[in-house]
């Protein structure tokens, strides 16, 4: 989605079936609303507020907090080992010093790497030295962290293709962390990929769970997403009033209108033409900015 460059084992998993609640049950399960009240977008802090700390890290998340943002994004790989990690790219070397740490591990693939190797590395001193000692979270310490914080999240399976059984494992954990209970699944979490494959099999295992398709399909396909999918995430590029309206004149399958958040929107102009379009959240960078502009219209 946004780089830097622009401000900047699975055999252990449970059955399908232990994660599935009824069908029944799930469409008349409420869904995290789309914002705080009506007519202004959500403002998620993409991989955290990472204008300000580094992405996918607890400084980020934390940063977002202090601001006052109760909404965060993230995106999930796997490691070697199987662990589920919290980083973006599927390799480790433009946010961590992993080419000083293992100098001879090219091209240095998160799926190469052990979790006990990777959390050797620093994952912030790449963006600030005031960040030097930032680690690359586990899944399980950065849900912990964003629960502590009381923060909600839009969570990412990023290049799911890579890693098979990813979305149960993925649902496994949340499930042990408390945020595949009714509260947290009802008001707290998104899970969203650019892989509709991947929407799909979360739908099927966890019904009851907001999803979103990353991507912009055609207006004549947008029914055929509407069927797993809760929100169609489009780039703010791709997007106008007219495809807004298209994406909020289908129903998604918890019977309620599909939803759009847009990514990633780091200025004032870009966040007030999407707000104008009727998108129902942004997701960006700089959070702070977006709210204002959102508020000021």
Known sequence: MYTRAAATTVAALLGAGALVLPTTAAADTPVAPSAAKPGTPLVVAHRGASAYAPENTFAAI???RDMGFSWVENDVQRTKDGELVI??????????????????????KVADFTAAEIARLDAGSWF????????????????KRVSRNKQSLVFEFKKPELYPGIEKQGLRILRDTGWLDRQHVKKKLVIQSFSADSVKTVHKLRPDVKTGFLGTPAVADLPRYAKFSD???????SISAAYVKAIHALKGPHKKRLEIYTWTVNDAPNAVRAARFGVDGIITNTPDVVRKAVRKG
């Open 87 to 108: 980083m973006h790219d599927d390799t480790l070397k433009r946010t961590t010093n992993v080419e000083q740490v293992f100098p001879g591990r090219a091209p240095w």
């Open 128 to 143: 600030s030295p005031k960040y030097a000692g930032q680690r690359v979270p586990t899944l399980k310490q950065y849900m």
């Open 231 to 237: 929100q169609i995430n489009a780039t703010h590029t």
């Open 62 to 64: 934390d940063k977002a």
